[in-house]
DNA sequence: GGTTATTCGGACATTAAGATCCGATTAACC
DNA sequence: GGTTAATCGGATCTTAATGTCCGAATAACC
């Protein structure tokens, strides 16, 4: 469901979240502490900084720092700017029913889109850290998390 | 989080489900109906034979059938076969933490991988076709559901 | 002002998933 | 037994995501 793109996104954040002193890191120094690939890290973080998640600086001491505070961020807010799932033209049964009349299989598939990014949107960034910081765990009906997990598009 | 590959199997499962008079369905009006690739749904119709969720005959009047009572079936039993999640080497904050004795985080992923086969297994493929047909439906904690949307492997 | 450490961003390379093609095999029907 | 309609499975093509490279811009520090 996460591209990996969006997971190194998620880990990067978290990373600056953990690190939370005033300094500016580096993708290198970020990447070789994630294990994840430099060059494309550095996209990632090129990307986010222009999307205004993150902030960036040039030159000697420069690097990414966070934008904002991190308690107000949700998964979806950092995820979001990778996952592009829009178009849902196709009916999963086949059935050619079209997007004024949507069949119920159809819509049951809108209505999935729309649960996906709601659970992101409702769940803390800082929730990831640590089972302790789940402010209002709200319960949901197991089949619809299978229906998340659907790919949507 | 499914692949392509694992959604045209739902499907062709689905789809072998309404149909249900005895008769074996050629993968190309499968796939007409479907509307996905013919030659493509043929190979993953091929390897559901083989893993024993289909029944395959050749030559005219041929086709497929499914093996076993659709009510049996999870989710999991149909997408299983196309959906390899195994290794889970690092750590998603980038500690070099070994297999032995893994970090906090680390345990969660792995916690989290359990968590979406044992979801998956515990829905019924027939719950898809309509809101009716799920029994005993578990409510599951939200940042779960979140968990098990992050791509694991 | 020169040197160094960094981001920026475009061009390119690699890889895995997805999709296509086609000849070989097999079963039904005449 | 020949014809037809289907699966079987190997080879190959395409595409999108991922990953690499490198020159240009820029900021800090001497």
Redesign the interface.
């Given at each position: 469901?996460?591209?990996?793109t969006g997971?190194y996104a998620?880990?990067a954040v978290?990373?600056l979240v953990?690190q939370s002193n005033g300094d500016a890191v580096a993708a290198a120094t970020m990447a070789a502490?994630?294990?994840v690939p430099p060059n494309y890290l550095a996209k990632v973080l090129n990307r986010m900084a222009r999307s205004g998640m993150l902030t960036s600086t040039r030159g000697a001491h420069g690097g990414f720092r966070l934008a904002s505070d991190p308690g107000e961020l949700s998964?979806e807010d950092v995820v979001g700017e990778f996952e592009e799932l829009l178009p849902l033209e196709?009916c999963?049964?086949?059935g050619?029913c079209d997007p004024t009349s949507p069949c119920?299989?159809h819509r049951r598939r809108v209505e999935w889109h729309g649960v996906?990014r709601d659970?992101?949107r409702?769940?803390p960034l800082l929730?990831?850290?640590?089972?302790q910081a789940?402010p209002e765990?709200?319960?949901?009906?197991?089949?619809r998390?299978?229906e998340?997990?659907?790919?949507v598009s």
């Open positions: 469901m996460l591209s990996r997971l998620l880990q978290l990373y953990r502490d994630l294990g998964v196709k999963l049964l086949g050619g119920s299989a996906r659970i992101l409702h769940t929730s990831l850290l640590g089972p789940v765990d709200r319960e949901v009906p197991h089949h998390l299978v998340s997990m659907i790919k």
